[in-house]
């Protein structure tokens, strides 16, 4: 038979309402004497066939030939096509199907010939007469209503959401519906000045709403509640990235170094106006030269007591404040530099500098420039400010740890300049409380996509007379997407664990918090980077269309890994912090305290490095939350020594301890990961015992035990190097990660509702 089938609206609308029973009774490539027989009989006796229909009909009948893979498959498409159109109306059998293409195509005078009784008593005795349809058959063009089966699940998802929520759902709440507003849809703006403009309306509408000033005091319009403020900034990352940045400048950065560095004179006159978005302000910091390095910011601030006046500088062209957020639509600058006094230098402070008039116009001894157009956020005006000699007022000195008084004297509560400046930055941590949330949630609405397409993307099959293959059925797609759905859930108990603690933090705690910050910070938007990479490439072309905002998503949380620290760097902070901590816990506790460092890994060797247990691959064992906790404390303890005493060698040896901290650069941000890691684990094991609901129980113990399987399958080398387990262990831990992802796959669905992301913020057509 021809290789080239006809077009399907060259068929009579005669063969057209019988294709659905040719087709099946093809679909096992096989047609019986006897069906050969009842066919021919019964498709003789019908009246709306001409000759020529009945001769096409004879030739498809013929069961030495049976009808090419290409006329096959093209009845296939063109039959489920219609069948899915017909998906929300009354759907019976394949006499329906065929009587419904048959009326749609046939000419209008004969389309009703098409509802006539008679026509569908006739053919729905040759169905009869076939017999029973095998249902695979019949599925594949009557596909059951996926919806159902999607959200079909063994726990109730709204109480997983309410999980989630944790003590904000009804701020949450309110963010999806605030967001799901017509006047916050999508539209596609190339232009940066309209994108921009459309951003700062955006802004001020959540300001209006009381959004931006929730973590100010309630005497200048806040709720003192630093929580919610930090919810809403994770809720922005389901809408638009631009604009949870502009709202995090605007609100967190310039209105939190107006709140925490400043005192009540600073809050009086600005707090209320930030919090409004009548006053816009920038948060100025980076340099081009120092970047990270804030210690070493070339910009000046000189005291001049004849005038009770600070003159602001920029002392030559890469001194220039880069990347500033809200520097094209602000009016106020919070500058950081150098504080000069009587010629002495007190380290960097910060001042605030106005550098627009009320009209938007430049003021004197300030030059302004756009950063143009980035890989993405292109909605944030980005600008370099520079400073010629400008004076500013002796009071706008946020001068909670450091003032200058009428007759020029210094002076600071913190003595020391080294603990004044970690004081100062540890005040400004919430921005890396508040980052890695956002950049989760973009990651969520990633696998939200990715796993509701897999859910009903087909593609190939056993045959091609066989219903193809639903994507996440593939073990290599579940690979690539349930793991990472499993370490979304994990980082969403680790980031809540950090938020509570930032929020109720006291000042013996800041150090740790700040260590915690920056490793959860690093590891959590490095995860975004990476998901929204693999989500992308597992919806394939459609993946690469703006239309399912893969670009945006990508583009736009990809600079989350560098702003509010730059992830190497920060890791390399928090294995620094972690060793100060060992080594005063040491000096706290002397040669105890050294002893019991040395017992605790004596007792690791015997109870976890013992010939049975590096070996053990019983089922109960590799689930045993015990067991991975145990392996990550082990790593994370290990790291921690051999780092410890690398360097401590090298410093032996006569080099110094930067050029030593040097050669272990790599060892210190294995350390930091490790770190991040078990704390994240911890908290997972933690949400999943406190956790009073069965069915939710058991379904976050499978994600729990994902989690922690996959990530010591990540470090497999590491563990095996280190002999804590032997490779027929890895090997089985391997096999049990597969038989994970394969249970957790029939949950994946209601696992991404659970997200309760809106229709109108996730707004990518082929997750519908």
């Known amino acids: 038979m021809s290789k080239n089938p006809p077009k399907f609206q060259a068929y009579s609308p005669g063969i057209q309402s019988l294709l659905p029973m040719l087709y099946v009774a093809w679909a096992d490539r096989v047609l019986s004497?006897?069906?050969?027989?009842?066919?021919?009989?019964?498709?003789?006796?019908?009246?709306?066939?001409?000759?020529?229909?009945?001769?096409?009909?004879k030739s498809w009948c013929n069961p030495s030939r049976p009808p090419s893979r290409e006329l096959f498959q093209h009845w296939r498409i063109v039959l489920k096509n219609a069948a899915t159109k017909m998906l929300s109306e009354k759907r019976e059998s394949l006499v329906d199907l065929g009587l419904e293409i048959a009326k749609k195509s046939s000419r209008e005078e004969n389309g009703q010939y098409w509802s006539n009784p008679e026509t569908r008593e006739a053919l729905e005795e040759l169905e009869i007469s076939l017999g029973l349809i095998h249902i695979k058959t019949y599925e594949e063009l009557f596909p059951p209503n996926r919806q159902n089966e999607f959200i079909a699940s063994s726990f109730e998802i709204e109480k997983m959401t309410q999980l989630l929520d944790d003590d904000f759902g009804e701020i949450r709440r309110r963010m999806r519906v605030l967001l799901s507003d017509p006047i916050f849809k999508y539209k596609t703006l190339r232009d940066k000045k309209d994108y921009r403009n459309r951003i700062l309306e955006w802004c001020t509408h959540l300001a209006k709403q009381g959004l931006g000033a929730l973590s100010y005091p309630k005497e200048y319009g806040g709720e003192d509640d630093m929580g919610k403020y930090a919810t809403v900034f994770e809720m922005l990352g389901y809408h638009d990235l631009s604009l949870a940045v502009k709202f995090g400048v605007q609100f967190g950065l310039y209105g939190g170094s107006i709140l925490f560095l400043g005192t009540k004179r600073h809050h009086n006159k600005y707090l209320k106006d930030t919090g409004s978005a009548d006053l816009l302000g920038c948060f100025a910091m980076t340099e081009t030269g120092h970047g990270s390095n804030v210690r070493g910011l070339e910009t000046t601030i000189t005291y001049k007591p004849e005038n009770q006046e600070f003159v602001i500088n920029t002392p030559h062209e890469k001194a220039g404040k880069e990347y500033i957020g809200n520097a094209l639509h602000g009016r106020i600058a919070t500058v950081f530099g150098q504080l000069i006094v009587d010629g002495e230098n007190h380290g960097v402070h910060a001042i605030l500098v106005p550098y627009r008039n009320e009209n938007g116009n430049l003021l004197e001894g300030i030059r302004v420039e756009d950063c143009g157009y980035k890989v993405g956020l292109n909605g944030v005006d980005n600008g370099?400010?520079?400073?010629?000699?400008?004076?500013?007022?002796?009071?706008?000195?946020?001068?909670?740890?450091?003032?200058?008084?009428?007759?020029?004297?210094?002076?600071?509560?913190?003595?020391?300049?080294?603990?004044?400046?970690?004081?100062?930055?540890?005040?400004?941590?919430?921005?890396r409380v508040c980052v890695p949330s956002a950049g989760l949630s973009a990651a969520k609405s990633g696998l939200a996509i990715a796993i509701k397409y897999a859910l009903k993307r087909r593609q190939f099959g056993p045959s091609f007379t066989e219903p193809e293959t639903v994507l996440l059925d593939y073990p290599s797609h579940q690979r690539r997407l349930i793991p990472r759905l499993a370490k979304a859930y994990a980082l969403d108990f680790g980031l809540t664990y950090l938020r509570k603690r930032y929020v109720n933090r006291i000042e013996e705690d800041i150090r740790e918090i700040e260590t915690l910050a920056a490793a959860l910070k690093s590891y959590a938007t490095w995860f975004t980077t990476e998901t929204l990479q693999e989500c992308r490439e597992a919806c394939g072309g459609k993946g690469y269309l703006s239309e399912n905002r893969f670009a945006d998503l990508k583009a736009d949380s990809d600079i989350f890994t560098t702003f509010e620290g730059d992830n190497t760097v920060l890791m390399q902070l928090v294995a620094k912090g972690l060793l100060t901590k060992m080594k005063e816990e040491f000096h706290d506790e002397g040669t105890r305290g050294v002893l019991r460092f040395l017992a605790n890994r004596a007792f690791t060797s015997v109870a976890e490095k013992n010939p049975i247990t590096i070996r053990n691959t019983d089922r109960d064992h590799l689930l045993d939350s015990e067991f991975h906790l145990n392996a990550f404390d082990f790593r994370e303890d290990q790291l921690l020594y051999s780092v410890s005493q690398r360097l401590r060698g090298h410093i032996k040896n006569g080099k110094r301890s930067y050029d030593a901290f040097l050669v272990c650069q790599t060892h210190l941000i294995a350390l930091a990961e490790a770190y991040a890691e078990r704390i994240i684990l911890e908290k997972f094991i933690d949400a999943v015992e406190e956790c009073e609901d069965i069915n939710l129980k058991t379904i976050l113990k499978k994600l729990c035990d994902l989690y922690a399987l996959s990530t010591i399958e990540t470090h497999k080398g590491w563990y095996l190097e280190a002999n804590y387990m032997e490779g027929v262990k890895t090997k089985a831990i391997r096999r049990l990660v597969d038989k994970l992802c394969k249970n957790i796959r029939q949950e994946a669905g209601a696992l991404v509702e659970a997200f309760a992301i809106p229709d109108e913020l996730l707004s990518a057509p082929i997750a519908t």
């Open 384 to 431: 370099r400010l520079w400073f010629d000699e400008v004076c500013v007022p002796r009071e706008n000195l946020l001068n909670r740890f450091g003032e200058v008084d009428e007759n020029g004297i210094y002076s600071s509560p913190i003595q020391s300049p080294s603990k004044r400046f970690f004081t100062m930055l540890g005040t400004l941590v919430g921005g």
């Open 33 to 57: 004497p006897s069906e050969v027989q009842l066919l021919e009989s019964k498709m003789s006796k019908l009246t709306f066939l001409t000759e020529k229909d009945k001769s096409l009909l």
